[in-house]
């Protein structure tokens, strides 16, 4: 950029929890050139340590002498700056205005610094609470949109098939991307325990992997050390690629930042796996017991039958092992009775039911009720 465009930058920064719509309109008429960088400075804390940069959205450019006066900015001229803080369902806002030369239609840097709730929110963190985390299961809307469409619907997560969709890693890597920069944790399902499948999710952005048929304390621990580098772990490294986010930097500050993030769920779903789920959750790096209750049924010899005193005990025996080494419960529930019953036993980590039934079952609804009318 030369002197003279510097001199007649005018520079509009946002500092808010999400970014702001990715256009502008100034100077009267459309933006253009918009364009979209995230980028995590430092160790993302709620306490405003960093910030998640999102330059985002604008240049006008405009030819000098354009513009009517009732179309000009109107914030004070000469490096003024203008700040104002407001506090609304906790988000903090604060708008800097700073520009140079008074000429018309001056060039237009809108910068949007967005708080790092996305990276703050780290699933992993998250399931150490007593809260509730909800999210759901992809198994068919491989969408660019959908980590939006998820975050707006107030999920924490969303559980990225592989183990029965064929789903490819080239897939999965548009997918975890599409939940960046969002407060939505992408864990990919592998479809079996292997090395370069759990690294690999890892690799291309995934916040945790969820592993099933985990059956033994042997097979808990393997898949603990796929996840994690050295010395906790055989997990290989490449940095500066999509995991942390195309950054450069410590390599040490990266390992300790994936620890921190990588969330690791083993899925108990056979009678051995319920018969060793305390040991299970007792190795380092598991976080998360999860039921998977079809195949446990299946393997139980009662296939479907939720409701049969043996699996009632195995769900209360996987829940009660989980707590007693300070790891959280989990199931994918098809229906709020199914969330209800077993968050009474203690289960904190509830994926409700899949995307496609929860597509069929809403124009389902809608085709019936139209039909009526």
Sequence with gaps: MTSAYRSRLKISVTLTEMPAPMTSVMAGRPALGAGILMRTVGRATRADRSFACAAVASQAWARSGESSKATRPTTPRTGALNNQVSSS?????????????????????????????????????????????????????????????????????????????GTSFETMRMLCAACRGLSIAPVIRVPTTE?????????????????PMVNTEEQARLIASCAHYPPAGHRGAAFGIAHDDYLPGSPVEKIAQAAARTLIIA???????????????????????WVGHFDLSNFMGIPGQFDHPDFEAALSHVGRSARAHGKAAGLMAGDLGWSKRVRELGYSVIAQGVDGAHYQNSVAAALKTLRTL
């Design 267 to 289: 899925q108990i779903e056979s009678p051995q796996g319920v018969e060793n789920a305390e040991a299970i959750a007792a190795v380092p790096g598991i976080d998360v017991l």
């Design 89 to 165: 369902t906790g988000e903090r806002e604060r708008n800097a205005h700073f520009e140079g030369s008074p000429a018309d239609a001056l060039p237009t840097l809108i910068l949007y610094i967005v708080s790092p709730r996305y990276c703050d929110l780290r699933l992993r963190a998250l399931v150490g609470t007593s809260s509730t985390k909800i999210g759901t299961f992809l198994f068919e809307f491989a969408t660019p949109g959908i980590g939006q469409i998820l975050k707006a619907a107030g999920a924490d997560y969303a559980v990225l098939d592989m183990e029965h969709t």
């Design 195 to 211: 090395y370069s499948l759990i690294a690999r999710a890892l690799d291309i952005g995934a916040h945790g992997v969820m592993v």
